[in-house]
Nanobody, 123 residues
Framework: QVQLVESGGGLVQAGGSLRLSCLASGRTFSYYAMGWFRQAPGKEREFVAAIAWSGTSTYYADSVKGRFTISRDNAKLTVYLQMNSLKPEDTAVYYC????????????????WGQGTQVTVSS
């Protein structure tokens, strides 16, 4: 069982930066792939980024490539999402997800999800 708690959301102006964190419980965190999704009002939840358990492989949605960076610190049981050059269209609730593979993460069918953290980008 893995429990996930996101933090770091907030209000930022366009062009600004935020770093989201996702703290996981459980001793097996280092064996899980991790990812981030987001859901804007009136839209479906969409994939943002994923990282393998080792941290050696990362994946990004085209809409965030070059602006967002996913990373993890297995010793701290934490995965991060550094978001730079933020745009109003990045406004959404951001969710952390965990599962055994990045493929499962990217499918959107992860077994474990956090409660979400709100990110609002003003123009």
């Amino acid at each position: 069982q893995v429990q996930l708690v996101e933090s770091g959301g907030g209000l930022v102006q366009a062009g600004g930066s935020l770093r989201l964190s996702c703290l996981a419980s459980g001793r097996t965190f280092s064996y899980y792939a991790m990812g981030w999704f987001r859901q804007a009002p009136g839209k479906e939840r969409e994939f943002v980024a994923a990282i393998a358990w080792s941290g050696t492989s990362t994946y990004y949605a085209d809409s965030v490539k070059g602006r967002f960076t996913i990373s993890r610190d297995n010793a701290k049981l934490t995965v991060y999402l550094q978001m730079n050059s933020l745009k109003p269209e990045d406004t959404a609730v951001y969710y952390c997800a965990a599962d055994r593979t990045t493929q499962k993460i990217r499918s959107g069918e992860s077994d474990y999800w956090g409660q979400g953290t709100q990110v609002t980008v003003s123009s």
